[in-house]
């Protein structure tokens, strides 16, 4: 993180001018390097989704999350000790996917290294965050949710022939900001042999 003005508030408020801890909202993706993630951020952007630059581009693993002060410093070494066991693996994007008519969103799909985030996201969901999913687990990168049916459409077709390979050698642990940004705040370096 860097000075003040990127920075994650504070878990603490105020109610009735007393000050007391706030749960904070956080989630485990691991991002699409440059310059990939950073095109595929425009393209969110150009299809008219308001998130785009809220959101970083990723897979997610573990989806936003509220924790207190406890459940978050013992998830922050749950963290440090799936890493430590897992190794890293190759991702492969190739072309796009959509979650409707289910859910308004259009993906691009993980072609390579679907098992490798399965195992991640179960492990990281089974220690002292056990959180339940609303729809079953499924590596994607979203390029577009919360616009009209013709900007999904567009996104679909315009980006089904992207392709990009990748090492995946870490995850981040990312907070949300007050201001609705999510921001890493911490990156997980995948060490297992």
């Not at 936003?64 to 922050?76: H, L």
């Not at 022939?161 to 997980?188: C, I, K, M, T």
Request: charged share 20%; aromatic share 10%; with cysteine.
């Amino acid at each position: 993180m860097t000075g003040p003005e990127g920075a994650a508030p504070g878990p603490f408020g105020t109610v009735g001018g007393v000050s007391v801890a706030r749960p904070t909202t956080i989630g485990v993706s691991i991002p699409i390097p440059a310059p990939h993630g950073d095109y595929l951020q425009q393209r969110r952007d150009d299809f008219g989704d308001p998130a785009a630059w809220q959101i970083p581009a990723h897979i997610t693993l573990l989806p936003p999350t509220e924790v207190d002060g406890d459940a978050y410093a013992a998830f922050r070494a749950h963290c440090a000790h799936v890493a430590a066991t897992h190794t890293s693996f190759r991702v492969v994007l190739r072309g796009t996917g959509t979650f409707r008519p289910l859910s308004d969103v259009v993906f691009i799909q993980v072609a390579q290294g679907v098992s490798n985030c399965e195992a991640l996201e179960v492990a990281l969901r089974s220690g002292p965050i056990r959180r339940d999913l609303d729809f079953y687990y499924h590596p994607h990168v979203t390029v577009a949710h919360n616009v009209p049916a013709d900007a999904l459409d567009k996104a679909f077709e315009d980006l089904a022939d992207y392709s990009v390979a990748f090492e995946v050698n870490a995850y981040h642990l990312y907070e949300q900001g007050e201001d609705g940004v999510w921001r890493p705040v911490h990156e997980f370096a995948l060490a297992g042999n």
